[in-house]
């Protein structure tokens, strides 16, 4: 409720009327740094939820000064949306104005929505009238290879004032565990899930990466783009054949759901949402519903419930960390 009352009116006020959101993480958090002359390493994790966040905490406590702040992930909390976000600062709507390509045709998926995130970032950088001394670098880890690459060469990465890195392991993790039964015994609830991200983190070389910049002058930024919600209940959508696959949001013609169990973003402008086409309209799902269509209802009832799913509206999807660590 509190979401749904107020949240249009957030994005489409200025920055100092609305809480902290998306496109606000590079300008107020780090920015500042750059622009101090400090050099900086920032750490996106897909997918993190706060409460993953603090299983993680205790593994900074020996290398690090903690600062923890908090923002909330624009709408829809999926990558396409909310990653884009943070690093070119512009919410979606203005994001399709200037890179209409980026939302031309295809689903939402990170590799066709999220390829231009490099790109995004020095666009932002340069806007924001920063001069730096040498080019900031810019990593996705996806794989563990990836993670051993990193962990290998490091110090050949940090001769530049800013290091962004987005680590997809917990986005994988989520999305697997649908997949995979053995996942699921492993990490049947919560708790169990906090778990399995912190056995993961404590044997990655992410870890290794954080001790080696914990020798170094350099500030740390990690943040997540959205979070992901246990999702437990179904309800029925009811769309044209052109309307979106992801279970928690969908956008399309003429979508029909239950507004108990969806908020309607009827005017995608007003969400600052790529408009796509015309009468284009978006639904986000709240607390823990999923969107299943008519055909085959009970089915994909079944198949997805009990799965982590993210792009919808609930705590655990929206409010996230900010976390600031110094070498000690």
Not at 19 to 28: A, G, Y
Not at 119 to 131: A, F, Q
Not at 235 to 248: A, I, M, P, Q
């Amino acid at each position: 409720k509190y979401i749904e009352r107020n949240y249009l009116d957030w994005v489409n006020a200025p920055r100092d009327e609305r809480p902290t959101l998306s496109h606000d993480i590079i300008t107020k958090y780090v920015y500042p740094e750059l622009k101090a002359g400090k050099k900086v390493a920032f750490f996106v994790i897909d997918c993190l939820r706060l409460d993953q966040w603090l299983s993680l905490e205790p593994y900074f406590y020996d290398y690090y000064k903690i600062q923890k702040d908090y923002y909330y992930s624009i709408l829809p909390t999926a990558t396409p949306y909310a990653r884009n976000a943070i690093f070119s600062g512009l919410l979606p709507s203005d994001l399709e104005k200037r890179y209409p390509e980026m939302w031309a045709q295809g689903e939402d998926d990170d590799s066709s929505r999220n390829r231009y995130e490099k790109e995004l970032l020095y666009d932002h950088l340069r806007l924001l009238g920063l001069k730096l001394d040498a080019e900031p670098r810019y990593l996705k880890i996806i794989s563990a290879e990836e993670g051993y690459n990193l962990e290998k060469n490091l110090s050949s990465h940090m001769n530049t004032p800013l290091l962004s890195v987005v680590v997809n392991f917990v986005d994988i993790l989520a999305h697997s565990r649908s997949d995979l039964p053995i996942l699921k015994q492993i990490a049947p609830d919560e708790p169990s899930y906090r778990s399995l991200t912190c056995s993961w983190f404590e044997h990655s070389p992410i870890y290794s990466v954080f001790k080696q910049l914990a020798e170094q002058d350099v500030t740390i930024f990690v943040t997540s783009d959205h979070g992901s919600i246990r999702c437990m209940r179904g309800t029925k959508v009811l769309g044209d054949r052109e309307t979106s696959t992801n279970l928690r949001y969908k956008y399309g013609r003429n979508l029909k759901a239950d507004n108990k169990h969806a908020f309607f973003i009827h005017d995608p402008e007003e969400g600052k949402l790529p408009k796509r086409n015309i009468n284009m309209n978006y639904i986000v799902a709240k607390e823990d519903y999923y969107f299943v269509y008519p055909t085959n209802y009970h089915k994909y009832l079944s198949y997805y419930r009990d799965s982590f799913q993210h792009g919808g509206i609930s705590l655990e999807e929206m409010v996230l960390p900010v976390i600031k660590l110094q070498p000690k």
